[in-house]
């Protein structure tokens, strides 16, 4: 109970601490952002939202904002719980000349948003991670999960596992193993994964893990029973750090121990200590703090004393999540303007600067973050983007994650056809006619 009124006070005072600016300059733009310090997820979740916090104030120290106006953050606090997700949204839409855009950095919220920002015309922005079948425009015209889905991260495990074995034909009589946050975030895989086993023959196991994931010691036990050749996780927060510790007890091979890219930061591998070397998991981005849009961060805020969490936790892998959100949020903010000659654009507008936006190479330069990520389209149709997706591996005794694959491209042939018929499912479930992109 004190835990709930504690987050409820920290919600309202993260809400109405920056009204007063709000009302007073119309011309800022309202950027609420939804996210978690408090709570079992909290320790994912604070660098995550440091990262997101300091590229914003970075832009409001060093360039006045974007184009000239500046931004003006609003912090709600969810505890990564849907329902104060859900309040959030709706205690901040209304704020300054209306929200932007929302991140809801969690898939549990993204749901519940669709729908209602689709009516409030304020493009939801899920980056790789809510509902995957939202890459399809012409159903989701207000929501963007680029720069690829879990179908997507799901194929590329598939595909990595195939190539180590000797090829996809290998993996016939294979057995894989997905431990799985029991929520719709960790069950997003399952579908894609199951079309994927009938396709390449390998045998499938489900093992769910309950929230906040401290108990898996039944799980870990029936993995050393059944022996599978590979075992990829869905899992957030400390269940993250508990299977990998939890994997070592069983000395299961942690370079067949893959995680979606919300288990692969410092936080999950540290705790393992040397036992959770070369673990693996995906990314779409690089970690370190060795590109200039890390100096100008440190520069600008922190030696201006106005960042948002540790100095020496710069470079980390979910702070520079939360880096590549609000450089790809700020620049479709930026794209909004330009193609509305306006300083002031609406949600609405927003929208088609997310639908239009094309960070490629040399924007990315620009912008500090060469080499960073991989460019960026994304169009009417598909709101995902490329749906590319990487491996990077822990080395305990260097304590960093560097990159071992190039960037795989996803098994378009199941994914687009799980696309298209979960998507058009959903249009006929609320009775929505799929637009025409031209």
């Given at each position: ?68 106006t500046k931004i003006n953050y609003v912090e709600c606090e969810t505890a990564y719980n849907t329902k104060q997700g859900v309040e959030c949204y709706e205690n901040t839409k209304g704020i300054g000349s ?200 440190k520069k600008f805020v922190y030696d201006k004393g106005k960042g948002h969490g540790d100095r020496d936790r710069i470079g980390e892998v979910l702070y520079n999540r939360g880096i590549v959100a609000a450089m790809w949020t700020s620049e479709a903010i930026r794209n909004a ?102």
């Amino acid at each position: 109970m004190r835990l709930k009124l504690l987050t409820k006070a920290l919600a309202v005072a993260a809400v109405a601490m920056p009204l007063t600016t709000a009302v007073a300059d119309a011309a800022e733009l309202t950027i609420p952002g939804t996210i978690y310090r408090t709570g079992p997820y909290a320790p994912n979740g604070i660098p995550w939202a440091n990262g997101i916090a300091d590229y914003y104030a970075m832009l409001n120290e060093r360039d006045g904002g974007i184009e000239g106006t500046k931004i003006n953050y609003v912090e709600c606090e969810t505890a990564y719980n849907t329902k104060q997700g859900v309040e959030c949204y709706e205690n901040t839409k209304g704020i300054g000349s209306g929200a932007l855009v929302y991140q809801p950095m969690s898939t549990g919220i993204t749901y519940q948003l669709i729908p209602k920002a689709t009516e409030d015309k304020i493009p939801v922005f899920s980056m790789g991670y809510g509902r995957t079948s939202a890459a399809n425009g012409k159903v989701f015209p207000y929501v963007f999960n680029m720069p690829a889905t879990y179908w997507d991260q799901a194929s590329v495990f598939v595909k990595y596992a195939g190539e180590k074995e000797g090829g996809m034909d290998k993996l016939k009589g294979k057995k894989i193993a997905l431990v799985y946050h029991n929520s719709a975030y960790g069950k997003e895989p399952i579908r894609t994964l199951e079309e994927l086993s009938k396709k390449h023959g390998f045998e499938l196991m489900l093992l769910a893990v309950d929230h906040p994931g401290q108990e898996q010691k039944a799980t870990w036990l029936q993995i050393r029973r059944e022996r599978p050749d590979w075992v990829f996780m869905w899992g957030w927060g400390v269940m993250n750090q508990v299977a990998i510790k939890e994997a070592s007890s069983i000395r299961y091979p942690m370079d067949h121990f893959i995680g979606v890219w919300w288990s692969g930061s410092e936080n999950d591998v540290t705790p393992a200590g040397e036992d959770a070397h070369g673990y693996l998991s995906a990314t779409f981005h690089a970690s370190g703090d060795n590109f200039r849009a890390h100096d100008d961060i440190k520069k600008f805020v922190y030696d201006k004393g106005k960042g948002h969490g540790d100095r020496d936790r710069i470079g980390e892998v979910l702070y520079n999540r939360g880096i590549v959100a609000a450089m790809w949020t700020s620049e479709a903010i930026r794209n909004a303007m330009r193609i509305h000659n306006t300083k002031n654009p609406t949600g609405e507008q927003v929208r088609d600067g997310f639908e239009s936006l094309n960070v490629d190479a040399k924007r990315l330069a620009v912008l500090g973050l060469e080499g960073f990520t991989y460019p960026l389209q994304v169009t009417c149709e598909n709101h995902t983007g490329p749906g590319k997706v990487a491996l990077q591996q822990w080395d305990a005794k260097k304590g960093e994650w560097s990159l071992v694959t190039d960037f795989y491209s996803s098994d378009r042939d199941v994914i687009d056809k799980l696309i298209a018929e979960d998507s058009m499912a959903y249009a006929k479930e609320n009775n929505i006619t799929p637009r025409t992109c031209n």
